[in-house]
């Protein structure tokens, strides 16, 4: 089962025009969007599916005011899919759709459909950087930042889910579709990724009551730290409300900035998250302040020492 | 006046919110926040009536900012307040939590008193605001 990661999120919304406007500031582009919603990518194909909540082509809602009607995941092969729905067959309905795609509830309930990916290879230079000690990354009169740099989301990254049972949840990503755990928050829940994908995280969970059963938030990795804040910074400048960061979690080392989103639900900026293989052990860390970051900082507007001194002439 | 935070003066115990008229029927806007308070204040009119909110999901102990853009604190349907964290929806005239993270909580009120010009202040103390 090579499942890759996230290829589309889908959410059924109250307004279609309020997620259009949002989803483009955010650095999406949209594809075949019209009144009734369409697709908003990344820059590798991979992204977001909106529709109006009362859309009867949507997959039907969640028993809460959460808006996620589908997660869409990308695997490598047709190969894979047979395996997936030869698996998952066991116990449950799995429908065949002509594209060849599958559809099928987890244990929770969340609909989920495995495709062969989508996602178009990006060839694209990391954020480069220079230090004493090391090779330089950016060659001399390359420079780092300029005013209309670039700040796109490349690709979807991670989505995260409250959920009532973490041993459920956990149990069948694991057991069932081959989720590995990397790391625990213990008091949230544990952090997982598919094995075709050695990203930190694609998925993780968090105990909630089940009232609020749905995603806590979705992420799209950006090339760098830098290309995060100044996507963030733009973000707001145009009057999109932050809800935390930017600042570094411990757990995955990604940079993250989390802003509010009229789709029910968190979008984040990530950015230069670690990479695992199957040597590397879990950690486990209570849920908390200290645990999920290494630093914090909050937006302020731009400001610079200067002007003139006190008492000076204009 | 485009900047809202400037209308913020202080008037003795009174601060100066928003004028009536700049609220209409179902609509909120937000306003501030005061000197010394992270949170702005929410004014919001159903039925005719003007009511304020801290602009504080109550989802956190230490309350989180709501809209999802400048002034964008109702849900589409225009019919909750509504935290655009997880899409918690309030009843605009109680405050109270009827869908969501936060069920069965409550919004903090902020009393205010319009004036007969039509100025609308925060009545009484600031300092939980
Ligand atoms: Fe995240």
Redesign the interface.
């Known amino acids: 089962m090579n499942i890759i990661g996230p290829d589309y999120l889908i959410f059924g919304?109250?307004?279609v025009a309020?997620c259009t406007e949002?989803l483009t500031a955010w650095g999406l582009k949209p594809v075949n969007v019209t009144e009734s919603g369409g697709l908003f990518e990344t820059l590798d194909g991979t992204g977001i599916i909106v529709r109006h909540k009362a859309d009867p082509t949507l997959p039907p809602p969640l028993p809460?005011?959460?808006?996620l009607r589908q997660q869409v995941y990308g695997v490598r092969a047709a190969e894979d899919l047979d395996a997936i729905e030869a698996e998952l067959g066991r116990d449950r309905r799995v429908t065949r759709l002509s594209d060849g795609s599958i559809e099928f509830k987890d244990d929770h309930g969340f609909e989920l459909k495995f495709q062969v990916t989508i996602r178009r290879e990006l060839d694209m230079p990391a954020e480069k950087i220079n230090a004493p000690g090391a090779p330089a990354q950016r060659r001399p009169n390359e420079i780092g930042v300029w005013e209309e740099m670039p700040a796109l989301p490349r690709t979807l990254s991670h989505v995260v889910l409250?959920v009532p049972d973490i041993e459920i949840a956990a149990r069948f990503y694991c057991d069932r579709l081959g989720f590995v755990i990397t790391d625990v928050l213990t008091g949230a829940g544990p952090f997982l990724r598919p094995r075709a994908n050695d990203d930190h995280h694609t998925l993780f969970f968090i105990r909630?009551p089940e009232?609020?059963k749905?995603c806590?938030h979705l992420a799209f990795h950006m090339g760098g730290p830098t290309e995060l804040m100044v996507a963030g910074t733009r973000f707001v400048k145009?009057?999109?409300?932050s809800?935390w960061g930017p600042g570094r979690h411990k757990f995955g080392s990604n940079w993250f900035w989390y802003?509010?989103?009229?789709l029910?639900?968190?979008f984040e900026y990530d950015a230069d998250m670690d990479k695992h293989d199957d040597t590397w052990v879990a950690r486990e860390a209570p849920m908390g302040a200290e645990a999920s970051q290494i630093v914090l900082f909050e937006m302020r507007e731009k400001w610079a020492p200067g002007g003139p001194p006190p008492g000076a002439k204009h | 006046m485009s900047d809202p935070t400037a209308l913020l003066q202080h008037t003795e115990t009174r601060y100066l919110l928003c004028r009536a008229s700049d609220i209409g029927e179902g609509e909120a806007r937000g306003f501030g926040p005061l000197a010394g308070s992270r949170r702005k204040i929410i004014v919001l009119r159903r039925n005719g009536v003007l009511h304020a909110w801290r602009d504080a999901c109550p989802h956190y102990s230490t309350g989180t900012p709501m809209a999802w853009k400048t002034d964008a604190y109702m849900n589409g349907d225009k019919t909750h307040l509504t935290c655009h964290s997880h899409h918690a929806l309030f009843d605009m005239e109680t405050g109270q939590c009827i869908l969501g993270p936060c069920l069965g909580q409550q919004l903090t009120r902020v009393n205010i008193v319009v004036g007969d010009e039509g100025d609308v202040f925060v009545a009484g103390p600031t300092e939980e605001i």
């Open positions: 919304v109250d307004d309020a949002y809460t005011s959460n808006m409250f909630t009232y609020m749905g806590e145009k009057g999109y409300q809800f802003f509010n989103s009229p029910g639900c968190h």
